[in-house]
Structure formats: structure tokens, C-alpha cells
């Protein structure tokens, strides 16, 4: 079974540019999340869709981020314009469904730096 | 909502020894417990999961944890320490919508 899929894997930017990063969940996941982590912490939940419709995105900046996950599948999560401040790796996961219990099964990362 | 702490952010073992890693959860207990594990590069990897029920879980690598409501702790454990689990533990738990709340990890070394 394939896991998670994620890309680019490390992506520098200048501050005030743009960027996108897309996922790939494990075929039949519903649940697609993405987190950010930065270094030293542990993730941070940032935006949760169940198949194409949006769960949590309430710790989203959403001044300057933004995801889709149009038709159920993959999904993108796009920063304009980046600060310095997020420069973190940005983790996509995926699970089953809603139920609980449920396993999360996490990519590689994309490590992001904002110069 | 949930919170999780990780006492001690940064752990080192020698091989073989015991490996202790804290975790404590927020006062309202959770029905589910995560421990995850990233090494080097790469995503969070699950170790073990507590659902309600058994107390003591084990999972993979010879890992396993105790789940203790009157000390709203999740402590994970493994007797004898290798090498090859140098990497950053994480404690989780569900919040209300089910998404993950993470503990802000602990890097564990093992010294040869």
C-alpha cells in the first residue's frame, strides 16, 4: 500500500513570495489533514478536510493560507505571501474517516525556508 | 480542550538501558492516547495507541505504555534501549473534532 505522498520535499523562498505544497493521501483516506511543525515543537494542527469539505481550520491563518481538496483526493496548501515566521516542515496526513480511533498516517514533510 | 506536556524535551540513554519518556494529558480524560515516533527527515511514525480499556500498551520496537487516569499520565517505556531509537518521540490525543494535539516531543540520544 503506498503511503502518504507529499512534495517538493525542501523548498527556499524569499519573504513576501508565494508557495504551494501538495499531498497525496492513501488511496481511500477520507480525512486529509495538514500540520505545521516547527522546530522544536511538536505539529500544529492547521487545516482538517473530510473528503472535500472543511472540519477545523480555525488555527489557519487564513490572511495568508489557503487549501483545497476539490475533489476529495489530493490537496494543496499555498502560503501568500510567506514570512519569515514560516519556515517550518508542513506535514500532510490521512486517516479513514472521523471515528476517533483512527490512525493517522503522516508523509515525508516539505521543509520550507523563508529567507 | 485537550492539552498534552512532555516533561523533558531532550532524554539521553545509554544502550541498554531503560528509555522514560513523560507524557501527562489535561485533566478530562481522553478515550484515546497516541504515541508517535519521527525520525531524521522523515514523518511521525505510530508507536502505540491506548483506547479504553487495557492500561498497558505495547507497541512496536519493543515500546510500551501505561496509561494512569489518577496521574492523567501516558508514560512510554522500553527496557533496554538501541541505537536505532535515537529519533523525537511525540505524546497525542484526540481533540473534539478528532484531530490530533500534540506534545511539543522529546528527542531522545542513546549513547553508545
Known amino acids: 500500500e503506498a503511503g502518504v505522498a507529499q512534495s517538493p520535499r525542501y523548498k527556499i523562498i524569499e519573504k513576501r513570495q508565494s508557495v504551494a505544497f501538495w499531498c497525496n493521501p492513501i488511496?481511500?483516506?477520507?480525512?486529509l489533514y495538514w500540520y505545521q511543525q516547527i522546530l522544536g515543537q511538536g505539529p500544529k494542527l492547521l487545516i482538517q478536510?473530510?473528503?472535500?469539505?472543511?472540519?477545523?481550520d480555525s488555527q489557519l491563518p487564513k490572511d495568508r493560507f489557503s487549501a483545497e481538496r476539490l475533489k476529495g483526493v489530493d490537496s494543496t496548501l499555498k502560503i501568500q505571501p510567506a514570512k519569515l515566521e514560516d519556515s517550518a516542515v508542513y506535514l500532510c496526513a490521512s486517516s479513514l474517516g472521523l471515528a476517533g480511533g483512527g490512525e493517522q498516517f503522516f508523509g515525508p514533510g516539505t521543509r520550507l525556508t523563508v529567507l | 480542550a485537550q492539552s498534552v506536556t512532555q516533561l523533558g524535551s531532550h532524554v539521553s540513554v545509554s544502550e541498554g538501558a531503560l528509555v522514560l519518556l513523560r507524557c501527562n494529558y489535561s485533566?478530562?480524560?481522553?478515550?484515546?492516547l497516541f504515541w508517535y515516533v519521527q525520525y531524521p527527515n522523515q514523518g511521525l511514525q505510530l508507536l502505540l495507541k491506548y483506547t479504553t480499556g487495557a492500561t498497558l500498551v505495547k507497541g512496536i520496537n519493543g515500546f510500551e505504555a501505561e496509561f494512569k487516569k489518577s496521574e492523567t499520565s501516558f508514560h512510554l517505556t522500553k527496557p533496554s534501549a538501541h541505537m536505532s531509537d535515537a529519533a523525537e518521540y511525540f505524546c497525542a490525543a484526540p481533540g473534539s473534532a478528532r484531530q490530533l494535539t500534540f506534545g511539543s516531543g522529546t528527542q531522545l540520544t542513546v549513547l553508545p
Open positions: 488511496s481511500g483516506h477520507a480525512t
Open positions: 485533566s478530562s480524560v481522553p478515550p484515546y
Open positions: 478536510f473530510q473528503n472535500n469539505g472543511v472540519v477545523d
